[in-house]
């Protein structure tokens, strides 16, 4: 299986700031990675596909990158509604495995 | 508007039994492969099984194979989780969620697109 480890598991920022979480595959996934967005209480929310794609809706402060193993969530300027926990997950082979998740809380 | 609605969650002692629900509307819900989605309390996630359009492709992860089986009704636009044999490490939030193909660049890439509210299993004696 392949595993996903984001780093840091957590962080405490300013509304504003630029944020970065990062994610590595334990094996080459090429860019079958995905982030998904989730608040308290709440079903995960779906960000960005192929690492680096902005789903609909999704605001364009969110960007993504990376291929391989190594893959970068950044918020360029942080917002209130924000504060959440992010996931990544790879595709790109089964099972399906997500990354223990960062949470973005307010500093 | 595409929306999911989990069901069947609830409180069953350690080897018992449950099945869940999805209640699948706004799409058709036949062009999609499924998933169930797990999210143990305090917990991050864990994807669980996927099912194909008409059924004939199922995937676990390891730790539910022999013991859960992913199923859906086409005509009635719903999908199942029959979850056997439960273990106190099988309690969890249950999601259901669309999974979705993205080509881009030649390749196609799966992603979650939409997520039901999920329904909670709590398995204790």
């Keep these: 299986d392949i595993q996903m480890t984001q780093s840091p598991s957590s962080l405490s920022a300013s509304v504003g700031d630029r944020v970065t979480i990062t994610c590595r595959a334990s094996q080459y996934i090429s860019t079958n990675l995905n982030w998904y967005q989730q608040k308290p209480g709440k079903a995960p929310k779906f960000l960005i596909y192929a690492a680096s794609s902005l789903q609909s809706g999704v605001p364009s402060r969110f960007s993504g990158s990376g291929s391989g193993t190594d893959f970068t969530l950044t918020i360029s300027s942080l917002q209130p509604e924000d ?3 992010y996931y990544c997950q ?3 082979s089964t099972p399906w495995t997500f990354g223990q998740g960062t949470k973005v809380e307010i500093k | 508007e ?3 609605v989990e069901s069947g969650g609830g409180l069953v002692q350690p080897g018992g039994s449950l099945r869940l629900s999805c209640a699948a509307s706004g799409f058709t819900f036949s062009s999609y492969w499924m998933s169930w989605v797990r999210q143990a309390p ?3 996630l864990e994807w669980v099984a996927n099912i194909k359009q008409g059924g004939s492709e ?3 992860v390891d ?3 022999g013991r859960f089986t992913i199923s859906r009704d086409n005509a009635k636009n719903s999908l199942y989780l029959q979850m056997n044999s439960l273990r106190a490490e099988d309690a969890a939030v249950y999601y259901c969620a669309r999974c979705e193909i993205y080509y881009y660049d030649s390749s196609g890439y799966w992603g979650f697109d939409y997520w039901g509210q999920g329904t909670l299993v709590t398995v204790s004696s």
Excluded: E
């Design chain 2, 42 to 44: 305090g917990k991050g």
């Design chain 1, 83 to 85: 504060f959440a926990t």
């Design chain 2, 2 to 4: 595409v929306q999911l």
């Design chain 2, 58 to 60: 199922k995937y676990y």
């Design chain 2, 63 to 65: 730790s539910v194979k």
């Design chain 1, 90 to 92: 790879q595709s790109y």
